[in-house]
C-alpha cells in the first residue's frame, strides 16, 4: 500500500502537469483582469471559461452598442472579439488533449453556436456599412466554432 502511494505521488506531476498558455502574446484585446485571470490558470478547462466569459462580455458589449447605435464602437468590438476567439482557439488547439471532450469545451461550442445566432439577427438590425463587419465576424466565429466541433468530435 506504501508503494502504491509513493508511486502515485511521483507520478501525480506528470499525469496533472500544467498546460501552458500559447506561445505568443496575448493580444491587447484582452483586458487586464482577464490577462491575470488566464496567466495564473493552469487547467485548460477552467481557462476555457475565461474565454467563455469574454466572449459574452463582447457580445453584450455588441448588444449595448447597437441599442446605443455606437457603429464605430460595434467595429471595434467585434474586432477584439475576434482577437479573443482566435487566441482561445489557439489555446484549445494546442492544449485540448485527451480531454477533448470536456464539459468547458462542449459548454464553449455551445456558447459559440448561440453568439453567431445572436450576431446574426443584430446583423439585419445594423446599418448598411455594418453589414460586410458583421458577416466578416459570423464567418470568423463560424469557423472557429466548427474547429471546435472537429476537437471535440474527430473524424
Given at each position: 500500500?506504501?508503494?502504491l502511494v509513493g508511486i502515485a505521488a511521483l507520478l501525480s506531476p506528470m499525469l496533472?502537469?500544467?498546460?501552458?498558455?500559447p506561445d505568443r502574446?496575448?493580444?491587447?484585446?484582452?483586458s487586464a483582469a482577464e490577462k491575470s485571470r488566464l496567466q495564473r490558470e493552469q487547467k485548460v478547462d477552467?481557462?476555457?471559461r475565461i474565454y467563455m466569459a469574454a466572449s459574452d462580455e463582447r457580445q453584450r458589449a455588441v448588444?449595448?452598442?447597437?441599442a446605443e447605435r455606437n457603429s464605430e464602437a460595434v467595429s471595434v468590438i467585434l474586432r477584439s472579439w475576434i482577437d479573443v476567439l482566435d487566441y482561445?482557439?489557439?489555446d484549445i488547439q494546442t492544449n485540448a488533449?485527451?480531454?477533448?471532450?470536456s464539459k468547458a469545451l462542449r459548454n464553449y461550442e455551445i456558447h459559440l453556436r448561440k453568439a453567431v445566432l445572436s450576431i446574426n439577427d443584430l446583423k439585419t438590425k445594423g446599418t448598411y456599412e455594418q453589414l460586410e463587419e458583421f458577416e466578416a465576424w459570423l464567418k470568423h466565429a463560424e469557423e472557429v466554432r466548427s474547429r471546435v466541433v472537429a476537437i471535440l468530435f474527430p473524424s
Open positions: 500500500m506504501i508503494v496533472f502537469q500544467a498546460v501552458p498558455l502574446p496575448m493580444p491587447p484585446s484582452f477552467n481557462r476555457i448588444q449595448k452598442a447597437m482561445s482557439l489557439e488533449g485527451r480531454k477533448s471532450r
